[in-house]
T-cell receptor, first 111, second 111 residues
């Protein structure tokens, strides 16, 4: 699985968009980019994943660069409840993805 | 569906005792994962199963740890004998198409 690099922490004002970057320069052609988050004391929660096209769901948008070496998770209107550790994972698609977690980005949404 | 169910939520045991953690995956999911989370090491994948068969147990720290999945609706992670350094939160997750669903975890404290 490709290694991913994320900033250790970020701040965002409540109501503003939170843009979380992830670098995955060694990603291979068949590897997807997955995003999960973990709110304190809870199990990780799936957010979104993509291969090369941008993706959007009710939680977030995922923007993947054309060369697929980096991506950005966008929370369009961050709330205090979005304060969590966000993990970017690169791995094979489907259920065979073992989901190897790195250290993630601690997003602190400020009132 | 009630999601992935883990029991117990909290376990306090004395060093040397046997500990059994339990997990009920989401019905229809054919992959099951066990993770351990500590402050020092983050989220570590211990073992995962496909259709009740262990596929990769390379993350199991030592022979004191064992995991079984006797049927599609139940898995156990056993530590025998337990040691203080096993204190952690243990998560179980299940997936079918790549989006993993995590349980709420079992917080294990070995004194």
């Amino acid at each position: 699985d490709a290694k991913t690099t994320q900033p250790p922490s970020m701040d965002c004002a409540e109501g503003r968009a939170a843009n979380l970057p992830c670098n995955h320069s060694t990603i291979s052609g068949n590897e997807y980019v997955y995003w999960y988050r973990q709110i304190h004391s809870q199990g990780p929660q799936y957010i979104i994943h993509g291969l090369k096209n941008n993706e959007t769901n009710e939680m977030a948008s995922l923007i993947i660069t054309e060369d697929r070496k980096s991506s950005t998770l966008i929370l369009p209107h961050a709330t205090l409840r979005d304060t969590a550790v966000y993990y970017c994972i690169a791995g094979p698609g489907g259920a065979t993805n073992k989901l190897i977690f790195g250290t993630g980005t601690l997003l602190a949404v400020q009132p | 569906d009630a999601g992935v169910i883990q029991s117990p939520r909290h376990e306090v045991t004395e060093m040397g005792q046997e500990v059994t953690l339990r997990c009920k995956p989401i019905s229809g999911h054919d992959y099951l994962f066990w993770y351990r989370q500590t402050m020092m090491r983050g989220l570590e994948l211990l073992i995962y199963f496909n259709n009740n068969v262990p596929i990769d147990d390379s993350g199991m720290p030592e022979d004191r740890f064992s995991a079984k999945m006797p049927n599609a609706s139940f898995s156990t992670l056993k530590i025998q004998p337990s040691e203080p350094r096993d204190s952690a939160v243990y998560f179980c997750a299940s997936t079918r198409f790549g989006e993993a669903f995590f349980g709420q975890g079992t917080r294990l404290t070995v004194v």
